[in-house]
Structure formats: structure tokens, C-alpha cells
């Protein structure tokens, strides 16, 4: 498809040159999406997520008719769960690791006292 045809058909939102300009850092050659913030791509997605986030529970909590403190609560409670979540995780990992090196010492050890 030409890009004349995809204007055309979808009013210019397919052509790359109606675009925002998109910016290359010379340092990094990392691509930044809002050119007057200095954001990377990335960053910038970060950023959109949360903000979407923020709106759609800004809306479900008007449509529910949930109070503020309600909300805050539930967020400080999730945001405690996947700190738990995550703490356990980085620990069984710790474990598992102090165990396999443990493991290679034993057994580097009855390797060297075996006579041969």
C-alpha cells in the first residue's frame, strides 16, 4: 500500500511523515519519543502505563462510589503484598544460590581427599 492510499484510507495516521519528530541522542543513540521532555522510549511507556492506571482507577472508584481513603488503603495493601511477593522471591533465590555453592565446596573438597 502507498503511503497517498494510506492517508487515504486511514487520514494520515499511517504516514511516518506526519509523525512527531523523533529524536536520536548522539551520547547513547537511544530514540526519545517526547523530544521537549528528553524521555526515552521506555521511560515514556513507564510513564503512560501508570498514568492509564491512575485514570482507570480514578474511574472505577467514581463509578463504584469508593472513597479516597478506601482506594489509598487497597493500593498501600497491594503494594505490600508484591513488596512480600518480591522479598520472598529474592530470598528463596539467595538460598537456592548459597546451596549450590555450598553443594560445589563439599563436593570440590571430597574430590582433593580421594587418593588415587
Known amino acids: 500500500m502507498s503511503a497517498r492510499t494510506a492517508n487515504q484510507r486511514f487520514g494520515g495516521a499511517a504516514s511516518s511523515r506526519n509523525a512527531g519528530q523523533v529524536i ?3 551520547a547513547t ?15 515514556a511507556a513507564t510513564l503512560s502505563g501508570v498514568a492509564i492506571a491512575l485514570a482507570t482507577l480514578w474511574g472505577l472508584a467514581m463509578w463504584q462510589d469508593i472513597s479516597p481513603e478506601e482506594l489509598v488503603s487497597i493500593l498501600l495493601s497491594i503494594l ?33 581427599k580421594k587418593p588415587e
Open 24 to 26: 536520536q541522542t548522539k
Open 29 to 43: 543513540n537511544q530514540i526519545l519519543i517526547f523530544s521537549l521532555l528528553k524521555i526515552r522510549k521506555k521511560t
Open 80 to 112: 505490600l503484598m508484591l513488596a512480600l511477593i518480591i522479598s520472598s522471591a529474592v530470598i528463596l533465590i539467595a538460598l537456592f544460590k548459597l546451596g549450590i555453592y555450598l553443594l560445589h565446596k563439599v563436593i570440590s573438597r571430597s574430590d582433593e
